[in-house]
Every structure is written in structure tokens, then in C-alpha cells.
């Protein structure tokens, strides 16, 4: 396997932050896998050599706004322009290999779930399956009483604050190394603009849902962020899909469930190469 290096594409003057795991033989499969805001690319990294020994080409790509990808106040928080980005991102990478016209798994987390969809309503003759883990397909509401600068300002840039956070909704505790990982794309220059739009734009459930495509939802039993109105949009969007449930997992399966993760992949790619 090959994995390279950080590399960025610019779309519409928007940079997007991504990494390309690549198979030693010609690909037989194409998967994107979507970081969230709170994830990026790191995050991903133990379930790459999984999906290389199956023969994936796999992208590994931050959300456009977030992780290393551009961020600010000049980045759109349109779900169908983002997805456009997105596409854009995936058709170069065909035209680089050699490949045009491929058909793409699309794999996201978290709020990344909403653009999945996005992107497979926009071209849904390029989508293979969707899988979608932790799926918020509607940003995350704040405490009523809470101002969204004051939160940011407490839960984000405030170390030990943001460490309860992310361990709350994972479930488990954290190492210092992927907490540190999270916490850096969000307190560089314009990140907290991108994540304060990123809550007040996305406060609307995507107006797309699955159609005919192959898809699966894997969901977490502890994911606090997986509660009231989140859980009834996976219903009403995803209520097609296969669906499992990781009973002892929170919201980030990627770090604390990586095995059971791969497991499902695995299935799930060998089950839709059919």
C-alpha cells in the first residue's frame, strides 16, 4: 500500500485537504471516506489497510471548512455546493488514474453524513453504496441557554474542556495523541467562524434521502449526539438502509471500535462488489 501525503485541491478558490490510500494492484473498488468537523483525515487510519488489502482506492478527505481543508468566513456552508466540491475532488482523482466515469462507495461521519447524501442525489449514477456511521444529518443543537462564541470559547479552546467533551460523546476515555489530533485544525485562523456557520446553516435536515442506492448505517448505542430529533431524521432519511448497531460504541467507532468497523466494511464492500 501506498499512502500519500498530504495534498489539497482548490474548487470555486476553496481548498480541500485529502489523502489517497492506494493498492499495490489496479483498484477493483473506489471509497471515499468523509471526515466530520470534530474528525479528520488521522482518524482514518485504522481502517485504510483494510480496505487496501480488499483492493480499494481509498480517499481519505476533510470536510471543505474543516479539519485542513480551508476554513472561514469565504467557505460556503451549502450542502450542494460542498458536495459539488466534492465531486470534483473524486473526478480528479479518476482523471489522475486513469479511471473517468467510476462509481464511488461514499462513507462519512457525523454532520458529513448530510453532504453523503447530498453528493449521491447530485450524480447517483457515480455512487456504488453510501455507508454512513454516527449519522447527524442536522448540526448539533447547543444548550438554549448557551451563545455559540461562549461555547466555542469553552469547549473548544479550553483543553481540558474539550477533552470531556469528546470523551462524553465517545463513551470512553481518550489518548493524548488523537485528543490533540481533533483539537489543532479547530484553533487555527477561521476555524471557529466555519464551525459557528457550520451550526447555524446546518440546522436543516438535507432535503435529499437514499433513493435505490445500497446503503448502511452503522450506529452507536452510547452516541450521546444520536438523541431526539438526530435519531428521527436517520429514520425519515435512512430508514431504507441496513442497519447495525455497535451497542457499546459512542460517537467516534473510528478510534474506539475500529475492529467491529472493519468488520462491517469489509462485509459491506465484498456484499456490493457482487
Given at each position: 500500500?501506498a499512502t500519500?501525503?498530504?495534498?489539497?485541491l482548490s474548487?470555486?478558490g476553496i481548498r480541500?485537504h485529502?489523502?489517497t490510500a492506494?493498492p499495490?494492484?489496479?483498484p477493483?473498488?473506489?471509497?471515499?471516506?468523509?471526515?466530520?468537523?470534530?474528525?479528520?483525515?488521522?482518524?482514518?487510519?485504522k481502517?485504510?489497510?483494510?480496505?487496501?488489502?480488499?483492493?480499494c482506492?481509498?480517499?481519505?478527505?476533510?470536510?471543505?471548512?474543516?479539519?485542513?481543508s480551508?476554513?472561514g468566513?469565504?467557505?460556503p456552508?451549502d450542502g450542494a455546493?460542498?458536495?459539488?466540491i466534492l465531486?470534483?475532488?473524486?473526478d480528479?482523482?479518476?482523471r489522475?488514474t486513469?479511471?473517468p466515469?467510476s462509481?464511488?462507495?461514499?462513507v462519512g461521519h457525523?454532520?458529513?453524513?448530510?453532504?453523503?447524501l447530498?453528493?449521491?442525489?447530485l450524480?447517483?449514477?457515480s455512487v456504488?453504496s453510501?455507508?454512513h456511521i454516527?449519522p447527524l444529518?442536522?448540526?448539533?443543537?447547543l444548550?438554549?441557554?448557551?451563545?455559540?462564541?461562549r461555547?466555542y470559547q469553552?469547549?473548544?479552546l479550553?483543553?481540558d474542556s474539550?477533552r470531556?467533551?469528546i470523551?462524553?460523546?465517545?463513551?470512553?476515555?481518550?489518548?493524548?495523541?488523537?485528543?490533540d489530533?481533533?483539537?489543532a485544525?479547530?484553533?487555527r485562523?477561521g476555524?471557529?467562524?466555519?464551525f459557528l456557520r457550520m451550526?447555524r446553516a446546518?440546522?436543516?435536515a438535507?432535503?435529499?434521502?437514499l433513493?435505490?442506492c445500497?446503503?448502511?448505517?452503522?450506529l452507536?448505542?452510547?452516541d450521546?449526539?444520536?438523541?431526539?430529533?438526530?435519531?428521527q431524521?436517520?429514520?425519515r432519511?435512512?430508514?431504507?438502509a441496513?442497519?447495525h448497531?455497535?451497542?457499546s460504541?459512542g460517537h467516534?467507532?473510528?478510534?474506539?471500535?475500529s475492529?467491529?468497523l472493519r468488520d462491517y466494511l469489509?462485509?459491506?464492500?465484498r456484499?456490493?462488489a457482487?
Amino acid at each position: 500500500m501506498a499512502t500519500e501525503e498530504s495534498q489539497y485541491l482548490s474548487f470555486h478558490g476553496i481548498r480541500v485537504h485529502f489523502r489517497t490510500a492506494i493498492p499495490g494492484d489496479p483498484p477493483r473498488e473506489r471509497v471515499l471516506l468523509l471526515s466530520s468537523p470534530l474528525i479528520n483525515t488521522f482518524h482514518w487510519r485504522k481502517l485504510t489497510p483494510e480496505l487496501t488489502q480488499l483492493g480499494c482506492l481509498t480517499v481519505l478527505a476533510d470536510l471543505p471548512g474543516f479539519g485542513r481543508s480551508d476554513c472561514g468566513m469565504d467557505v460556503p456552508q451549502d450542502g450542494a455546493l460542498r458536495a459539488n466540491i466534492l465531486w470534483g475532488l473524486l473526478d480528479e482523482i479518476d482523471r489522475q488514474t486513469g479511471a473517468p466515469d467510476s462509481v464511488w462507495h461514499l462513507v462519512g461521519h457525523g454532520v458529513s453524513c448530510a453532504t453523503v447524501l447530498e453528493m449521491a442525489a447530485l450524480y447517483p449514477d457515480s455512487v456504488k453504496s453510501q455507508v454512513h456511521i454516527s449519522p447527524l444529518l442536522r448540526a448539533p443543537q447547543l444548550p438554549r441557554e448557551a451563545s455559540p462564541a461562549r461555547w466555542y470559547q469553552r469547549e473548544i479552546l479550553e483543553k481540558d474542556s474539550f477533552r470531556r467533551m469528546i470523551e462524553r460523546c465517545a463513551g470512553y476515555p481518550m489518548d493524548d495523541y488523537i485528543l490533540d489530533r481533533m483539537r489543532a485544525p479547530l484553533m487555527r485562523p477561521g476555524a471557529r467562524e466555519s464551525f459557528l456557520r457550520m451550526l447555524r446553516a446546518g440546522r436543516r435536515a438535507p432535503d435529499c434521502d437514499l433513493g435505490f442506492c445500497p446503503a448502511m448505517v452503522l450506529l452507536g448505542g452510547r452516541d450521546l449526539l444520536l438523541r431526539g430529533e438526530a435519531r428521527q431524521d436517520v429514520g425519515r432519511l435512512l430508514g431504507g438502509a441496513e442497519t447495525h448497531e455497535l451497542k457499546s460504541a459512542g460517537h467516534f467507532p473510528m478510534e474506539t471500535h475500529s475492529k467491529a468497523l472493519r468488520d462491517y466494511l469489509r462485509g459491506w464492500i465484498r456484499f456490493t462488489a457482487r
